[in-house]
């Protein structure tokens, strides 16, 4: 977690601020995971595949993002070359992996479709080694820095305790528009009338006329473009990228999407939200090496009793 809450030896903290600056945390950390999440349950929602390789594949547009931003130098420019820039991370990053993506589908899961169900996710499991060994060799075995490019001043005012600075609410400001375009996209146009008719039944939807490939090959550039986008924002917010970023986002943004409700956009995002907010609270008042094992154990309980996650609709089997 980034940003926690700071004071001097001579401020007196109360509890209701610590805990409301705790939920900022977890609030921008779950906007942060929900927009990974939404790439993995675009897929799922279309192919009813668990597109393992999707976290390193924002891992690959977090390390293109470092490279265009050390090449332009935009640590050095000033605001409104600084803006420009990161605009343009905005539309050159979520392409490259849009491309990528397609291109995966293409070559190593199209031919799997008629396949065994463990085939594909077996598949996508060496795709994501691959794309982890090219960013070792990408960037390196250490950490790398990302320059802080967005404004760290508190949006509350110097003199609040809560902090809340430009960076989250950048996070927030692409997760909702994103949410709400998505949604709107699967339920309004007739991309989405097509998604949802092969989701429900792909060779029903072939006999009546929809190009079920062309529609599962658009699902993945939406799916590479929105994990393009994550990456972008995960450089700006976190400032630090390694080639097994992708592992540990790609099972938190995994479980987000689980949580909420696989298949299901705002329960990506509900997810992603709930996540953050459980993993905040746990490195807060209980111990950041407990974390983890409380997200995942409040993760069993709530499947225990919701096994199609909170927003979730009982479907067939997928896989």
């Known amino acids: 977690m980034p940003h926690l809450l700071l004071a001097s030896a001579s401020e007196t903290i109360d509890w209701q601020t610590i805990f409301l600056q705790q939920c900022l945390n977890g609030l921008s950390f779950g906007a942060l995971i929900a927009l990974i999440a939404l790439g993995y349950t675009m897929v799922y929602g279309i192919i009813g ?64 479709r008629n396949a065994p169900k463990l085939a594909p996710l077996v598949s996508a499991i060496g795709v994501s080694f691959i794309f982890m060994n090219i960013g070792e060799f990408w960037g390196g075995e250490s950490d790398r820095d990302f320059p802080n490019l967005v404004s760290t001043t508190n949006l509350l005012g110097e003199n609040s305790q809560l902090y809340f600075s430009g960076e989250s609410l950048l996070l927030i400001a692409v997760v909702v528009p994103i949410m709400i375009g998505l949604t709107y996209l699967v339920s309004r146009t007739q991309l989405g009338r097509a998604m949802r008719a092969t989701a429900q039944n792909a060779t029903a939807a ?51 999407a689980v949580l ?35 997200i995942f154990g409040i993760l069993i309980l709530i499947l225990v009793f919701r096994p199609t996650g909170l927003l979730g609709e009982r479907t067939g089997e997928k896989v």
């Open 49 to 112: 595949l668990i597109n393992f390789a999707h976290g390193d594949l924002f891992m690959l547009g977090a390390f293109l993002a470092w490279t265009i931003v050390g090449w332009l130098k935009l640590d050095q420019a000033g605001t409104l070359a600084t803006t420009a820039g990161i605009a343009l991370l905005l539309v050159v990053v979520p392409v490259f992996c849009a491309a990528i993506n397609w291109s995966v589908d293409r070559l190593v899961y199209k031919p799997l």
């Open 206 to 256: 072939q006999l009546m006329g929809v190009p079920v490939d062309r529609v599962i090959g658009q699902t993945f550039l939406i799916g590479g473009a929105l994990a393009g986008v994550a990456s972008v924002i995960y450089g700006l917010y976190i400032h630090s990228v390694s080639f097994q970023m992708g592992y540990k986002n790609g099972l938190y943004a995994f479980t987000a």
């Open 260 to 294: 909420g409700g696989i298949g299901n956009i705002p329960g990506a995002v509900l997810g992603g939200l709930v996540l953050g907010m459980i993993s905040a609270l746990s490195r807060g008042y209980v111990s950041e090496h407990w974390a983890d094992g409380i």
